[in-house]
């Protein structure tokens, strides 16, 4: 009984002592910021947001990071990509994300379009010129796709992306909201990024 005792208490300072370590490794207004302080930290739902903006040099360059953590995460952690709209001309592009995910074609567009951009420098910034490449891209219509980017559909999304980034006070991307609490910027953490994730969720 007395060695049970010993190896419990043992195994208790362990995780005690892991806790305190990651605690003092990852600090707030260093690698996170608490943008719901009235939101409990036991009540976090375990779901990650991605803001991006396929305009975003950054956010090109973290899609590798960001694509690595997702094959590898958890799978109690769900995780939901948001087109932020932090300025008027990144309107197309939310509602090129918000089309192709409504017509099932953002596995063969997302990555085309950000290497469109930022690989082969295609000025695609116009609304007709989007829905043409994605059209290209995935062999769909251009027409059903310009369609679904100016539907009411896409454009309460949008709103909705809108009201999210100016409720946790989002500042620029690529930036995760993790548990509806803490905001990462992915540029701070580095690789230690899906350690941060999972010290945020666990607290």
Known sequence: M????ALFAGLTLGLLSSLASAQ????EHKHYEDVAPDVAAKDLPRTVTGFFWYGCSHCYAFEPTLDKWLE???DNIEFVRVPAVLGRNWVPHAQAFY????????????RALFDAIHKDRKPLFAPADIAQ????????D???ILMNMNSQESRDAIAQS????QKYRLRGVPALLVGG???VDPGSVGEELPEVIEFLLDQ
């Not at 007395?2 to 005792?5: A, L, S, T, Y």
């Not at 003092?24 to 600090?27: G, M, N, R, V, Y």
């Open 99 to 110: 089309a192709t995910e409504k017509m099932g074609i953002s596995d063969k567009t997302h």
């Open 72 to 74: 590898h995460k958890s």
């Open 142 to 144: 251009a027409a059903e």
């Open 2 to 5: 007395k060695r049970f005792i």
């Open 162 to 165: 809108i009201d999210t980034a």
């Open 133 to 140: 490449f994605l059209a290209d891209t995935s062999g769909a």
């Open 181 to 183: 609490k803490y905001l």
């Open 24 to 27: 003092a490794k990852f600090q």
